[in-house]
């Protein structure tokens, strides 16, 4: 019988697999600063070392305890992420995982319920990518304000845009591709389920806090979007909203299979837990990372001592030597330093120059 993970912070995972969750029909979106491609699924860079994702993104569905921890392991010992917004990776630079952290409230999909539950992840780098603009998680009044206002929500992902992607060989050469829906709250989830019985829906469906429509306007999730960012866009500033990947329904996830219809039109809707609710989590994550940093510091602060230590000792070094050579040039110079003497020899008197001057035979120095 399989044994299936339950960590010690209420960590579970169950169930039946299913691949990650592209945007098709969505915009080209090379060069946006955040959207990161994850070994063929998509993440958020929301700060230099920290890059949000979905936890089954790591996990998958129905991973057990040994499974789960050698795929942790895989990742700490060899992930690597690009910097966001590229679609060629060829020659690119990567930067390494160190750390795989899963959300512990994080549950798989169970039984016929379709939704993960608290479906985040955080990878922790090794070093920093570069920001290029500010990001926040937003808040359930900032959230509160978006639906009021009815803003834009946007997405960015790696996945697949059209069923002929839907080949082995395309993971990790897709573009980013974004999409742009709105918000509807966990009512207006509920108020779907109500109005459309015997669709997608099951009895027991879990309803997550908020919900993104997909559709051939909008854009739509697809294969290789979990992770990505749902978020609105202020100024220069980004309000991180949730992964995309917690729960899904009506839309042919890029295939040739009809829509769901809710009201009017293909709809289809992308539910997600709001990332607010894991501020503690991630504040854990930040720790790891100012840690690091602190020890980097030290370790070039060290360096930095060493150096100049080294140039100090290899200074007086040189200039000891340059002493010592001087002396000794002096000391030569002194030793060759020609002199004269006078010789007598009787009433002759003769002067001998020269280093070490002898009077000749017969003659005595004077």
Not at 1 to 16: D, E, N, R
Not at 94 to 101: I, S
Not at 228 to 250: C, H, I, M, N
Not at 276 to 297: G, P, W
Request: charged share 25%.
């Amino acid at each position: 019988m399989k044994k299936y993970i339950v960590f010690a912070l209420s960590f579970t995972l169950l169930f039946p697999t299913t691949s990650s969750s592209a945007v098709e029909f969505g915009q080209d979106a090379i060069g946006d600063p955040n959207a990161i491609d994850v070994e063929g699924s998509s993440g958020f860079l929301y700060s230099d070392r920290l890059v949000f994702t979905a936890a089954h993104v790591i996990l998958s569905d129905g991973t057990t305890v040994e499974e789960s921890m050698r795929r942790i392991a895989r990742w700490e010992q060899s992930g690597s992420v690009y910097a966001p917004g590229i679609g060629d990776r060829a020659g690119q630079k990567t930067y390494r995982v160190k750390k795989v952290l899963i959300n512990p409230t994080f549950k798989s999909r169970s039984g016929n319920d379709n939704t993960r539950q608290n479906d985040f992840a955080i990878l922790v780098l090794q070093e920093s990518i570069p920001m290029k603009n500010k990001v926040v998680v937003a808040s359930e009044s900032d959230i509160a304000t978006f639906i009021k206002d009815k803003d834009p929500v946007h997405m960015v992902g790696y996945g697949l845009q059209n069923p002929t992607q839907r080949n082995p060989n395309q993971s990790g050469t897709l573009s980013p591709r974004k999409m742009t829906s709105y918000l509807i709250s966990n009512e207006g989830l509920r108020e779907i389920y109500r109005n459309n019985p015997g669709t997608w829906w099951v009895s027991n469906q879990t309803m997550l806090d908020y919900g993104v429509p997909n559709s051939e306007k909008f854009g739509s999730v697809c294969d290789g979007d979990s992770g990505a960012g749902f978020f609105v866009e202020k100024s220069d500033t980004r309000y991180y909203l949730g992964a995309v990947g917690g729960q899904q329904g009506g839309m042919p996830n890029c295939q040739s299979a009809s829509w769901a219809i809710f009201g009017v039109g293909g709809v289809g809707i992308s539910g997600f837990a709001a990332t607010n609710k894991f501020l503690q989590f991630i504040k854990e994550a930040e720790s790891l990372v100012a840690e690091d940093k602190q020890k980097e510091l030290r370790k070039i602060e060290e360096d930095r001592i060493t150096v100049e230590l080294r140039a100090k000792q290899e200074a007086e070094a040189k200039a000891a030597a340059e002493v010592k050579a001087k002396q000794e040039a002096e000391a030569m110079a002194a030793a060759l330093k020609k002199t004269t003497i006078a010789c007598s020899k009787g009433k002759l008197v003769k002067k001998v120059t020269g280093v070490k001057p002898v009077c000749p035979k017969g003659y005595k120095k004077k």
